[in-house]
């Protein structure tokens, strides 16, 4: 496993000991465990851990904050060191990622909550909707993935999805989609300039304002 490189103390300033703790529980228990892969030990810092702590610079002061399909914690838990002032819940439905969450998230003494189920479920709906920010990695296409999102999002808030070199074609494929879920156009965003190379690339996503009862038409009688 690497040291954490210099950008990492910028990032997570005095949480740094708590992120190295992170990297090592990914790199022993989350391997093991079938959470991470084998091959990613070397680059766990650069491509995982810094990819998702700069996803804070979309995220606005004190939001509530749903991170869907957590899987080992990403984005959600490097999110969380970053910004001790969001409030995140990490959803994720297999149970022995969800035991491994709460174990992880004991040790390093965060209180973020897990909860066990699907994006889509109406229990995870009833109880997290009104969210500020949605955030997933590597979770689903965009027009599913708004499918799940937007529903948890109050309006004006934001579905903010880590996406690799495939962000531009699947915005052209799915912006129609996106429009129709109740979204609004698509924007490619990049973070961590100075910190990662190449930039996080990030679609963001705002849930539309939706008309309220008297914008309605009436209806005649
Ligand atoms: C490829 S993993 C990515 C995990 C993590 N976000 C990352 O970037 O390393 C996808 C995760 O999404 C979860 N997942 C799949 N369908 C889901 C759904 N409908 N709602 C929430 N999570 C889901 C899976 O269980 C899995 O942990």
Known sequence: MEHSPAAAEKVFGERLELAERYVRHLATSGVERGLIGPRETDRLWDRHVLNCAVVAELVPDGANVVDVGSGAGLPGIPLALARPDLRIVLVEPLARRVDWLQEILDDLGLSLTVERGRAEENAIKRRWEGADVVTARAVAPLARLAGWSLPLL????????????SAAEEIERDAAEVHRLGGGA?????????IVDPLSTVISVERETRPTGRSRKKRST
């Open 154 to 165: 109050r309006d004006g808030g934001r579905l903010l999805a880590v996406k690799g070199a």
């Open 186 to 194: 698509p924007s490619i965003e990049r973070c961590g300039d100075g």
